[in-house]
Structure formats: C-alpha cells, structure tokens
C-alpha cells in the first residue's frame, strides 16, 4: 500500500548508493525557535509512553535538558526481557510473510512520516542529547533519514536481485529434467538495536529499517537518558505498522535504568539473531567477543587523527579545525583527538609556520568561535551528560599539573540558555619524546592533544599504530603534495581506516555523506559494521528455495 507512493524515492536511492555521488531524499527541516522547541518538549511532560507489549511495568526516564536543567518526566512501558522478546516472537511469523514490498513500503512511509514531523523531532533530539537546534535538524533530522532510506535501498536492492521463480531445464542422458524453483528470502530472526545517548537517529534508523525491511522484529532500547526521540520514532513506526496491517511488536522500545541495566540480558537471550550497538567500545567489544549465535553489528569509538604537514591558507584550516573540535562539544564519533605536528613546523604558501604559531593559531580560532555567541550555540550545542564535564575538568587540572595545558575547556554564553551544559575545547600539548602520557584511547568529549613529532613519516607511523591499537572512524591529513597525499593514504587504508584530506571549506570536516561515504570501515577496532555497504544487510536474510519437478 505504501510500496507504490515510494517507489520513485526508493529507485532514486537505489541508484544513488550505486553512483556514490550526491543526493538527498528529503529537504531541509526549519529549525523551531527556541521558545516553540520548549514548548513541544514541554507537551510531553507526565506523559506515559506504551511502545511494546502489554506490561504492567513503567519507568519514568532519567532525561533532563542540557539547556534548560529540567526532567522531561516522560514515563515508558518497561517490558522485562521476556516480555519484549515474546511479544516479538508472536509478531515475527506475520512480519516474516509479508510480501517484501509491503516490509519496505512501511520503511519508506514511516521515513517520510518522521520528515513530515523534523521540528518535533528536532526540539525532542535537542532537549535530550544537546545538539544545537540547526544539528538536530540537519545530522539527526534528513541526514539522518537520509542514512536510513540509504539502508532500506541496499535491503531492497539485495532482495530484489534474486527473482521469486525460475523454470529450470537441463538434458540429462536422453531425457530433459524441469524443475520449478521458488527462491524466497527469509529473515534471520529477532534483532536487538541499542541507541547510543548523544546521537541517537543517525546509527539507529539503519539498523532498524534494515531489520524490518529483511522482516526481522525488532527490540529498540535507548539510552536510559536519551530516550524520547528514539521513542517518537518507534511510536510513528508502529503507527504505520498497524496501517499496514502487521503486528505493531515488530518493533517495540524497551526502556531500562543505569542501575538496572537490561542490554546484555537481550543480547545473550538464545531467541536474539542480530545485535546493532552503537556506544562504549567495552561493551561493543564485550558483544562482539561473547553474544554466541548472533550476528552483531557495532560501532564504537577510536582516536581520530589529524596530521598538520602543508596546507596553502593556514588561517582557513585553523578554522575549519577549530570548527571540527568545536562541532557539538567533540560528543561525534568522528571528531578530531589528536593532532600531530612536526618539530620544522607547518609548510604554507607564504612560508613554514612553527610548531608554537600553529598552535597559538589554532587556539585563537577557537577563542573567536567561543566569543561569538551565537554562533558558537549553533555548533557547540551543550553536553549530553554531566558526567563529561565531571571528566573534562579531571583532565583540565591533571594537564595544569603536568605543564602541558594550552586552552582550558572554558563555557562559551549561550544567548537563549546561559545555564546550559556549555563548553569549548580543552587544548593539551604532549611530546612523547620527553615521557609526555598520551591518552589511552578516546577522550570523549571537546578535548584534543597536540603531539610533537620528529617529521611527517613519524607523524604518519604514529597515527597508522593508534588505528591498530584504538581504532579510527575519521583520519585527516593536511598536505599539498599529492604524491605524499597517496603514499598516506595507503598507509590509513592498510591500517584499515579511511582519511579526509585538505579539507577546508563551509562544510564540517565531520560531514558524511549518505548514499556515498562509508562510515566505519570494519578493519579496525572501531566497529565492525560499516553504514552502509552490503554487508550490513546481506546477513540479516537467507535465501530458501523450494524445486518441484514439471513433467512434460
């Protein structure tokens, strides 16, 4: 019912993943003036939410406003783990023989649904994970849409390529054989999607979609303080569900609590088939070394790199860098860490720049961009979680002791929410060469560290062995010689991770195109799933066939 109104969509889709080049299924979402975002918020409050199978189970959420201090007091049925997978059993034989049109016909509906309601979404996504407004509507609102229509056309594109029905012949001795096959695609079974609490939409909607669209159930669990978007989300997919004439607990939320926490309970239950995780790189790594009989799929976190060598304006990639560390409070899994610099400095068209003016450039192009108000609300945004604030100033004061501060994290005034959660980076300078720590790992949040380097080709060793040991989703280089340009990015891509070269320009260094850039590549231990190629699909269906011999 829903197949034919979209189709046009999905095959412009389906033929932007195979071009790779640029396009976009939905037009821009309007940002809600601040005040209309608190009262869209605020109509939610003392709510109750039933998203799943009937429990008498309740939790009020843990969600508070990085803006504005206060609870949502929004409370969500709870089902036990039990209760959740049971409810998708029941619904997964009906979901399973749905005609494949009518599975992505929901996916595509419920997409365009979410669109039609971008500025809901985007107050919702902004009052619990502190992206600014204009990122809510662009990084979770069409981009994000965008990445889930990108998943249902590779789903669609995987499925369609196997037809419904052959007739077969063959000779055999004298005699010819026909047989009539029917070829169907069957789904691998209940799948487990865990939303992470900053940036809930944009690993989300793939997983999910693709999981509905190969007809596989699906459990949602949120982050516990992180969880209206996503619940919105579900509501407008079940809604859809129901219209279509399926069971609505293919796809149910499933709240739980920081004490009580119900993820890994899920993830190990025998009944659970696949698992996407988007979050800690522990427990990513503990699901991916202990969830048996299940395919799991994760993204996590790594040490991006940035390696300073040439560049022809260094002013206009200070900026562009700042803007990067800058980008809602370093809370993206592909915000710049580290970033390295040569003892002879950094080569310009207008001669070489020490090491100390780089890094005095670079902090006065976040000194601008944080006393800018405006401006700097609408990229900062606040953070998620007091919890990495606690953690910033741990790492503020242990630099100050070490000698090796440049910039302290310092609150930029946010013009409509001066007690916002608001912050700009933390600047640390380190020469490992003297016994300087490096950090172990990512440091989430708005902090990078400058690291002294002997030359490029140690820059580029350096950075190449923190992908082999901590993972990567997001490399830069900057450098005018081309040829020096390649021989790096061999070097990225044998550590498996993708680089970003020379980039400067409006568009934010962290920008990644749905329908053409690949986001995690697999080969490191940043995640193995990658948004989106056809892996992350394929094996979420298996083809069945049925032969009956046709006698002539």
């Given at each position: 019912?829903?197949?034919?109104?979209?189709?046009?969509?999905?095959?412009?889709?389906?033929?932007?993943?195979?071009?790779?080049?640029?396009?976009?299924?939905?037009?821009?979402?309007?940002?809600?003036?601040?005040?209309?975002?608190?009262?869209?918020?605020?109509?939610?409050?003392?709510?109750?939410?039933?998203?799943?199978?009937?429990?008498?189970?309740?939790?009020?959420?843990?969600?508070?406003?990085?803006?504005?201090?206060?609870?949502?007091?929004?409370?969500?049925?709870?089902?036990?783990?039990?209760?959740?997978?049971?409810?998708?059993?029941?619904?997964a034989?009906?979901?399973?023989?749905?005609?494949?049109?009518?599975?992505?016909?929901?996916?595509?509906?419920?997409?365009?649904?979410?669109?039609?309601?971008?500025?809901?979404?985007?107050?919702?996504?902004?009052?619990?994970?502190?992206?600014?407004?204009?990122?809510?509507?662009s990084?979770?609102?069409?981009?994000?849409?965008?990445?889930?229509?990108?998943?249902?056309?590779?789903?669609?594109?995987?499925?369609?390529?196997?037809?419904?029905?052959?007739?077969?012949?063959?000779?055999?001795?004298?005699?010819?054989?026909?047989?009539?096959?029917?070829?169907?695609?069957?789904?691998?079974?209940?799948?487990?999607?865990?939303?992470?609490?900053?940036?809930?939409?944009?690993?989300?909607?793939?997983?999910?979609?693709?999981?509905?669209?190969?007809?596989?159930?699906?459990?949602?669990?949120?982050?516990?303080?992180?969880?209206?978007?996503?619940?919105?989300?579900?509501?407008?997919?079940?809604?859809?569900?129901?219209?279509?004439?399926?069971?609505?607990?293919?796809?149910?939320?499933?709240?739980?609590?920081?004490?009580?926490?119900?993820?890994?309970?899920?993830?190990?239950?025998?009944?659970?088939?696949?698992?996407?995780?988007?979050g800690?790189?522990?427990?990513?790594?503990?699901?991916?070394?202990?969830?048996?009989?299940?395919?799991?799929?994760?993204?996590?976190?790594?040490?991006?790199?940035?390696?300073?060598?040439?560049?022809r304006?260094?002013?206009?990639?200070?900026?562009?860098?700042?803007?990067?560390?800058?980008?809602?409070?370093?809370?993206?899994?592909?915000?710049?860490?580290?970033?390295?610099?040569?003892?002879?400095?950094?080569?310009?068209?207008?001669?070489?720049?020490?090491?100390?003016?780089v890094?005095?450039?670079?902090?006065?192009?976040?000194?601008?961009?944080?006393?800018?108000?405006?401006?700097?609300?609408?990229?900062?945004?606040?953070?998620?979680?007091?919890?990495?604030?606690?953690a910033?100033?741990?790492?503020?004061?242990?630099?100050a002791?070490?000698?090796?501060?440049?910039?302290?994290?310092?609150?930029?005034?946010?013009?409509?929410?001066?007690?916002?959660?608001?912050?700009?980076?933390?600047?640390?300078?380190?020469?490992?060469?003297?016994?300087?720590?490096?950090?172990?790992?990512?440091?989430?949040?708005?902090?990078?560290?400058?690291?002294?380097?002997?030359?490029?080709?140690?820059?580029?060793?350096?950075?190449t062995?923190s992908?082999?040991?901590?993972?990567?989703?997001?490399?830069?280089?900057?450098?005018?010689?081309?040829?020096?340009?390649?021989?790096?990015?061999?070097?990225?891509?044998?550590?498996?991770?993708?680089?970003?070269?020379?980039l400067?320009?409006?568009?934010?260094?962290?920008?990644?195109?749905?329908?053409?850039?690949?986001?995690?590549?697999?080969?490191?231990?940043?995640?193995?799933?990658?948004l989106?190629?056809?892996?992350?699909?394929?094996?979420?269906?298996?083809?069945?066939?049925?032969?009956?011999?046709?006698?002539?």
């Amino acid at each position: 019912m829903f197949f034919e109104t979209h189709r046009d969509l999905l095959q412009a889709a389906v033929d932007a993943n195979q071009t790779r080049s640029a396009w976009t299924g939905y037009t821009a979402i309007a940002p809600p003036e601040c005040g209309q975002a608190e009262d869209i918020v605020g109509s939610y409050d003392g709510a109750t939410l039933c998203l799943s199978v009937q429990t008498p189970s309740r939790i009020t959420a843990d969600e508070v406003s990085p803006y504005t201090g206060k609870a949502l007091n929004v409370t969500y049925s709870a089902p036990s783990a039990e209760e959740a997978l049971g409810g998708a059993a029941r619904a997964a034989v009906a979901l399973r023989d749905a005609d494949v049109e009518l599975r992505v016909g929901v996916c595509l509906e419920a997409l365009h649904r979410i669109h039609l309601r971008g500025r809901e979404f985007a107050a919702i996504t902004s009052h619990t994970t502190g992206q600014s407004l204009a990122m809510a509507c662009s990084g979770s609102g069409t981009n994000a849409l965008d990445r889930g229509l990108e998943a249902v056309a590779m789903a669609w594109a995987a499925m369609s390529r196997v037809p419904p029905e052959v007739t077969w012949q063959q000779t055999f001795g004298t005699s010819e054989v026909t047989l009539r096959k029917r070829f169907r695609a069957r789904p691998l079974g209940t799948a487990l999607v865990i939303a992470c609490a900053s940036f809930p939409a944009w690993n989300a909607y793939p997983a999910i979609l693709a999981n509905l669209a190969t007809g596989n159930p699906v459990l949602v669990k949120p982050h516990p303080r992180s969880v209206l978007a996503t619940a919105v989300a579900v509501s407008v997919i079940r809604e859809v569900l129901a219209e279509a004439g399926l069971p609505t607990d293919a796809i149910q939320l499933v709240v739980d609590t920081v004490d009580d926490p119900v993820a890994a309970r899920l993830a190990t239950d025998p009944a659970t088939r696949i698992v996407d995780f988007t979050g800690s790189q522990s427990f990513g790594t503990w699901l991916e070394r202990n969830v048996d009989n299940t395919l799991v799929f994760t993204e996590t976190a790594g040490v991006n790199t940035v390696i300073l060598d040439s560049v022809r304006d260094l002013p206009a990639a200070m900026r562009t860098l700042a803007g990067g560390l800058s980008l809602f409070s370093g809370q993206m899994c592909t915000t710049p860490q580290n970033i390295y610099i040569p003892d002879a400095g950094v080569r310009t068209d207008h001669g070489p720049v020490s090491r100390d003016d780089v890094v005095a450039a670079l902090r006065s192009a976040i000194d601008d961009l944080a006393g800018a108000p405006r401006r700097a609300a609408a990229v900062c945004g606040a953070l998620q979680s007091e919890a990495t604030r606690q953690a910033l100033d741990a790492l503020t004061d242990r630099a100050a002791a070490e000698g090796t501060l440049v910039r302290r994290p310092s609150a930029y005034v946010h013009p409509e929410y001066p007690q916002a959660r608001a912050v700009t980076p933390l600047l640390v300078r380190v020469d490992p060469r003297r016994g300087d720590p490096l950090p172990d790992g990512e440091q989430f949040g708005p902090v990078a560290f400058v690291i002294d380097c002997a030359d490029r080709e140690s820059a580029v060793e350096h950075a190449t062995a923190s992908v082999r040991r901590h993972g990567a989703i997001s490399s830069y280089l900057y450098c005018t010689d081309d040829a020096a340009v390649d021989a790096i990015a061999d070097a990225y891509a044998d550590a498996g991770a993708s680089l970003s070269a020379n980039l400067v320009s409006s568009m934010p260094m962290q920008y990644a195109a749905a329908y053409s850039d690949y986001h995690v590549t697999g080969l490191n231990p940043a995640g193995n799933a990658t948004l989106t190629d056809e892996s992350f699909v394929a094996g979420r269906f298996r083809m069945v066939q049925d032969r009956r011999q046709v006698r002539g």
